[in-house]
């Protein structure tokens, strides 16, 4: 399974950015799918997720500005980032809690997996 992270970029402070996070392999069933961020010199935070139901949550810095959002027949999930700060600089990682499929069909227990990363430079 691969989960492939786009998006990121460098945007003045008060832009906005799109990130998203496409899954592919032999997926049976996705659960959860959310967001982190690791700023330099800190330890990784959660920053949104998402149930497979579509019901957000987010973390108190973001809420107000970020909007999380899936597309399950895509495997898909987003993050629109609005009125973006400095300290919203890190790279941003996505993932996913998910069973696979074997080519005998044999599931999977529920495993998260996550993208590679994609850096966000907020400039102010």
């Known amino acids: 399974v691969q989960l492939q992270a786009s998006g990121g970029g460098l945007v003045q402070a008060g832009g906005s950015l799109r990130l998203s996070c496409a899954a592919s392999?032999?997926?049976?069933?996705?659960?959860?799918m959310g967001w982190y961020r690791q700023a330099p010199g800190k330890q990784r935070e959660p920053v949104a997720a998402?149930?497979?139901?579509?019901?957000?949550n987010y973390a108190d810095s973001v809420k107000g500005r970020f909007t999380i959002s899936r597309d399950n027949a895509k495997n898909t999930v987003y993050l629109q980032m609005n009125s973006l700060k400095p300290e919203d600089t890190a790279v941003y990682y996505c993932?996913?809690?998910?069973?696979?499929?074997?080519?005998?069909?044999?599931?999977?227990?529920?495993?998260?997996?996550w993208g590679q990363g994609t850096l966000v430079t907020v400039s102010s």
């Open positions: 993932n996913a809690d998910l069973k696979l499929k074997s080519a005998v069909g044999v599931v999977s227990t529920w495993r998260i997996y």
């Open positions: 392999g032999s997926i049976f069933s996705i659960n959860d």
């Open positions: 998402i149930t497979s139901g579509g019901t957000p």
